[in-house]
């Protein structure tokens, strides 16, 4: 296909991406309210005639003049790029599905199918997090002192933990993904556990903003039996993969082993000699030139 008709297939696709986003956003303006409350269901609010004191509760508020309508088009368009991620996402994948071999379409459909549940059980398990972690961070006000939150702050607190908990949960699929290239094996991911888990209570504890205990063991805990799920599976693929090939456990600068026994020759056939030229082979001229042969 010429590069005029790829760019003009690009565009098309775009167009269509772009368009099933624009109507959701249209759609989700009306819903601006339900969605900013639902968002921010994690924050303890003041109920009716109660006042903030000592981080009991909190007011969710708007800091500035412009930050309602502002809110509602940063939460509008964000709820199209989500909801209709559907559309755009197929008319990515339908403008590069034909250029990919059909065991490159084949990894291709594995990822997307278990990568798209890791990631809603990670953002399902940051929203459970959520509402522990805002009282928790509330709670640490002084008596004496009230709470009044920006609605912003709340929102970007929220797409924070959701984004960080879901793509936590990614890093088993990638380890999964590195072996079955060849990059990582098994075995080497087995002698990393210690690191490994050292290094996610270390990550889990500086992601999550509360002081309990109780967000780093929600986002560690999961994390680290999804790491040793993917060693288990790496480790039975090498196993699979020494078995279809005797040669899969050397290393890039190791050579297989070869096998000297010599073989028989065997008898060898008589070939008739073929002159050098057509004209020597006719036994008819036995004229010499100078002495020579050679017609030449």
Same mark, same amino acid.
């Given at each position: 296909?010429?590069?005029?008709?790829?760019?003009?297939?690009?565009?098309?696709?775009?167009? #269509?991406?772009?368009?099933?986003?624009?109507?959701?956003?249209?759609?989700?303006?009306?819903?601006?309210?339900?969605?900013?409350?639902?968002?921010?269901?994690?924050?303890?609010?003041?109920? #009716? +005639?109660?006042?903030?004191?000592?981080?009991?509760?909190?007011?969710?508020?708007?800091?500035?003049?412009?930050?309602?309508?502002?809110?509602?088009?940063?939460?509008?368009?964000?709820?199209?790029?989500?909801?209709?991620?559907?559309?755009?996402?197929?008319?990515?994948?339908?403008?590069?599905?034909?250029?990919?071999?059909?065991?490159?379409?084949?990894?291709?459909?594995?990822?997307?199918?278990?990568?798209?549940?890791?990631?809603?059980?990670?953002?399902?398990?940051?929203?459970?997090?959520?509402?522990?972690?805002?009282?928790?961070?509330?709670?640490?006000?002084?008596?004496?002192?009230?709470?009044?939150?920006?609605?912003?702050?709340?929102?970007?607190?929220?797409?924070?933990?959701?984004?960080?908990?879901?793509?936590?949960?990614?890093?088993?699929?990638?380890?999964?993904?590195?072996?079955?290239?060849?990059?990582?094996?098994?075995?080497?991911?087995?002698?990393?556990? /210690? +690191?490994?888990?050292?290094?996610?209570?270390?990550?889990?504890?500086?992601?999550?903003?509360?002081?309990?205990?109780?967000?780093?063991?929600?986002?560690?805990?999961?994390?680290?039996?999804?790491?040793?799920?993917?060693?288990?599976?790496?480790?039975?693929?090498?196993?699979?993969?020494?078995?279809?090939?005797?040669?899969?456990?050397?290393?890039?600068?190791?050579?297989?082993?070869?096998?000297?026994?010599?073989?028989?020759?065997?008898?060898?056939?008589?070939?008739?000699?073929?002159?050098?030229?057509?004209?020597?082979?006719?036994?008819?001229?036995?004229? /010499?030139?100078?002495?020579?042969?050679?017609?030449?």
């Amino acid at each position: 296909m010429p590069l005029v008709e790829h760019l003009r297939e690009l565009r098309n696709r775009m167009s #269509k991406g772009l368009l099933a986003i624009v109507v959701v956003t249209i759609v989700a303006v009306f819903y601006s309210e339900q969605i900013m409350s639902f968002l921010s269901e994690s924050v303890p609010k003041c109920g #009716k +005639g109660e006042e903030s004191d000592g981080g009991n509760c909190a007011d969710v508020v708007f800091n500035t003049l412009t930050s309602p309508f502002t809110t509602t088009i940063r939460i509008s368009l964000t709820t199209g790029i989500i909801v209709a991620s559907p559309v755009w996402l197929y008319q990515l994948w339908a403008f590069i599905a034909p250029g990919l071999h059909k065991n490159e379409k084949k990894y291709t459909y594995a990822f997307v199918a278990t990568a798209v549940p890791l990631f809603t059980a990670g953002a399902y398990l940051a929203y459970i997090i959520l509402p522990i972690s805002m009282k928790v961070l509330i709670s640490l006000t002084p008596t004496g002192s009230g709470n009044l939150v920006s609605l912003d702050e709340v929102l970007d607190f929220t797409t924070r933990m959701v984004l960080v908990f879901g793509l936590a949960f990614e890093l088993p699929l990638i380890l999964v993904m590195l072996n079955m290239t060849g990059m990582v094996t098994g075995r080497r991911m087995v002698g990393w556990w /210690r +690191g490994v888990v050292m290094g996610v209570f270390v990550f889990g504890a500086v992601i999550t903003p509360t002081t309990d205990p109780v967000g780093m063991i929600a986002l560690a805990g999961p994390i680290i039996v999804l790491y040793f799920g993917a060693v288990g599976f790496s480790l039975i693929n090498d196993r699979r993969r020494r078995r279809n090939n005797p040669d899969a456990g050397l290393d890039d600068d190791e050579a297989s082993d070869l096998d000297h026994t010599p073989e028989s020759v065997g008898s060898v056939e008589t070939v008739a000699a073929v002159p050098a030229l057509p004209e020597q082979a006719d036994s008819s001229r036995t004229s /010499r030139v100078n002495g020579y042969d050679d017609i030449t």
